[in-house]
């Protein structure tokens, strides 16, 4: 009788596994039916280590998706205080640390817009504006080196490159510091966080940066990290659909992976505009390497239907049209009489395919980046 028992339910199983891959093969040719939606949803409501094989390529050492950490890891230079973060949450609000007195950090990472802005590229010092969409920091602190382009190696060094920048607060750092030891609230701020003084810019920026780190609870309230802390009814049918698809054809994890859903690299996606209105090199203005050119860091893809506008320099403001892009494999410029031979020529990343995805599909893959 035993041995019978086992058989049967080996048997289920078996039959069990045969419907999965039948509905993953069906998933493949781009249908989705209420069939295929159920055995989806028992598919993934188990550990994430039992989610289905994703479309990922051989090279890539990439990290199952996950739940966000309370905050960012704190570097042993600038260990994590409550009396820190405070100290730069009120730095950050505080329009003080520029030139003009008008420009604070939140005035191009709102918090009401996913501490993005909402423009195409943000305005600075004498409403100049700059070139680059300012990107949601809510993971600043789990991706790195930052900045489109990775001129900063961490939250310290990123923090007042803004400050100094004569397009964005246009301050200097000796100023800035004799501003705030001039007004009556910060230096006992300053010391009771850091115990020693006077205030310095070494401080101002491990104040910000730790600040900074904790901004990663922002992003841990939305639908998909419920999903993945366990509550499974958080997606409904086509946002699961949307996930299964984000980590299958549509490739999306080959490049967005891990709690912050970004590889911290670089990639050139086509968007360069060589030679035109809005050339932007990227990467390679820091490191003058030609294979360089054109390549921007992957942003993390947290709170992302609520940043647009998109890609490095805000020209898309539609997130399907984000998507149309990604779907025909980005565009690929190809040279121009005289660029043939151009060493800088940017050429787009080869991990970048065409996807075949159809509208079903995605409007499944909108919906899940929803959820985000």
Not at 203 to 224: C, D, E, M, S, W
Request: net charge positive; with cysteine.
């Amino acid at each position: 009788m035993k041995s019978l028992i086992t058989a049967f339910i080996a048997s289920l199983l078996w039959l069990s596994a045969a419907h999965a891959d039948d509905c993953l093969q069906q998933l493949a040719a781009g249908t989705f039916s209420d069939a295929d939606a159920a055995c989806l949803r028992k598919l993934y409501s188990g550990p994430s280590q039992q989610w289905p094989k994703p479309a990922v390529d051989a090279d890539i050492a990439w990290q199952e998706l996950a739940p966000l950490p309370q905050r960012a890891p704190s570097p042993a230079s600038n260990p994590f205080s409550s009396e820190k973060a405070r100290l730069g949450e009120k730095l950050f609000f505080d329009p003080r640390l520029s030139r003009s007195g008008q420009i604070a950090c939140a005035s191009c990472h709102e918090p009401d817009l996913a501490f993005a802005d909402g423009r195409k590229v943000s305005f600075g010092h004498n409403r100049a504006a700059g070139r680059r969409n300012a990107p949601s920091i809510v993971t600043s602190g789990l991706v790195t080196p930052l900045f489109w382009d990775g001129r900063a190696a961490t939250l310290e060094d990123q923090a007042l490159m803004p400050v100094v920048d004569p397009l964005e607060m246009a301050f200097t750092r000796e100023e800035l510091v004799t501003r705030l030891r001039g007004l009556a609230e910060y230096p006992p701020l300053f010391t009771s966080a850091f115990a020693q003084g006077p205030l310095d810019a070494g401080q101002i920026a491990a104040a910000l940066g730790t600040y900074q780190r904790t901004l990663v609870q922002k992003a841990r309230n939305t639908p998909f990290e419920r999903f993945l802390r366990g509550r499974h009814d958080q997606l409904n049918d086509q946002q699961l659909h949307g996930l299964h698809l984000y980590r299958t054809k549509a490739r999306c994890l080959n490049c967005h992976f891990g709690p912050a859903m970004s590889d911290g690299q670089f990639h050139n996606a086509g968007m360069t505009y060589y030679g035109r209105k809005y050339q932007d090199l990227g990467r390679y203005e820091q490191t003058g390497l030609s294979e360089d050119s054109g390549r921007f860091r992957t942003p993390s893809l947290r709170l992302v239907g609520r940043t647009g506008p998109w890609i490095h320099n805000g020209l898309i403001p539609d997130l399907m049209g984000v998507l149309n892009f990604y779907n025909v494999g980005m565009p690929r410029p190809k040279p121009q009489p005289g660029q043939e031979n151009d060493p800088l020529f940017p050429r787009t990343s080869e991990r970048l395919k065409p996807l075949a995805l159809n509208r079903s599909e995605l409007l499944a893959l909108r919906a899940f980046l929803d959820t985000l």
